[in-house]
């Protein structure tokens, strides 16, 4: 688990589950009072689920859509022009239908954990969301250039996916306070 800013950490999916197991994994846990799980093909059990709650954590699986998940299913470069659009568009309704949830996590003083797939832009991109929300987008950008945090060949996706959905995001909440 590693602490990217302030109360934000990111790990990987493999590595919760792992966690989940033993007793010293757990304690790893400890101060995490929130994760959302950002992979969109690798779900938290409802037995995970549980487990983290017995340990005092709230638990999300973010992109919980079953075409979604389908999709992911699919190698990228097997999938069609169609389904790489559908893809996207299905990610961005759910990052706008879920804004209350996001505005919450801003909010969060306590410590919250992202979890996506090992190769995944997902957690650092939603913890710079987060950044951004919270005032520090040029910290989100610095953030994106060390080496330790973000896999320099993911720097450009998540730059792109940072402003695209940060755009989104202020648009809703523009248009919802209107």
């Known amino acids: 688990m590693l602490k990217v800013f302030n109360n934000l950490y990111m790990d990987t999916f493999s590595n919760l589950a792992k966690n989940l197991l033993t007793s010293r994994g757990c304690l790893n846990l400890k101060d ?3 994760v959302v799980n950002l992979t969109e093909r690798d779900q938290l059990s409802s037995e ?3 487990q983290l709650l017995k340990l005092g954590i709230k638990s999300h699986n973010f992109f919980d859509n079953p075409d979604l998940i389908n999709i992911k299913k699919i190698k990228p470069d097997s999938r069609t022009d169609t389904q790489t659009l ?3 568009k299905i ?3 759910i990052l706008l239908s879920k804004l ?3 505005e919450n996590l ?3 003083k306590s410590d919250i954990l992202f979890i996506c797939n090992e190769n995944n832009v997902l957690a650092p991109l939603f913890i710079m969301i987060i950044m951004s929300l919270e005032g520090y987008y040029e910290t989100a950008l610095i953030t994106l250039d060390n ?3 973000i896999k320099q060949k993911k720097k450009a996706a998540i730059k792109k996916y940072l402003d695209k959905y940060l755009e989104l995001i202020y648009n809703k909440l523009n248009e919802i306070s209107k």
Do not use: G, M, P
Request: proline fraction near 0%; avoid cysteine; charge should be positive.
């Open 86 to 88: 559908l893809r996207s």
């Open 147 to 149: 080496s330790n945090i």
């Open 91 to 93: 990610r961005e309704t």
């Open 48 to 50: 995970q689920s549980l």
């Open 106 to 108: 801003r909010n969060q």
């Open 32 to 34: 995490i009072k929130i």
């Open 100 to 102: 209350e949830y996001i």
